[in-house]
């Protein structure tokens, strides 16, 4: 008498675990995508830190000339180096590099910019600041 009324159910059953796996797999997939791009910012600031890393090396190595360049100078040519990317050299879309110095102080920022197609935040635009002080001032 009962049995006729439990006909389908194993079917629903199915249907609803179906969807269930459907939906976990789904969530994994997204979770992948947000961990590739998190990973692939993550190495564009890692380049972004070298970048700056390497200003400050050129910054150094500036004091020690017998004809310092202007920070004008050493800015555009820590640019043009970071913008050939021969020898295998890793850079950045859409490169950018700020030198500045503050006025009658030894603190000078470097800002690393580029863009970011990957993720959707600042209109695809990501920066990297360096702060340092060459050496104290008496």
Avoid at 27 to 32: I, R
Avoid at 70 to 83: I, R
């Amino acid at each position: 008498m009962n049995t006729r009324k439990q006909q389908g159910f194993s079917l629903i059953e199915v249907l609803i675990a179906s969807f269930i796996v459907a939906f976990g797999v789904l969530g994994m997939a997204a979770l992948q995508l947000k961990t590739l791009q998190a990973a692939h910012s993550a190495y564009q600031r890692t380049i972004a830190s070298v970048i700056a890393m390497d200003v400050v090396e050129r910054l150094w190595a500036n004091i020690a000339m017998n004809t310092p360049l202007t920070v004008t100078q050493l800015q555009q040519q820590s640019l043009s180096h970071w913008l050939q990317t021969t020898n295998s050299r890793q850079s950045l879309p859409g490169l950018g590099l700020t030198l500045t110095n503050t006025a009658g102080t030894n603190t000078y920022v470097i800002t690393v910019t580029w863009t970011e197609s990957r993720l959707e935040t600042n209109n695809g635009s990501s920066q990297f600041v360096y702060s340092l002080d060459l050496y104290p001032s008496s």
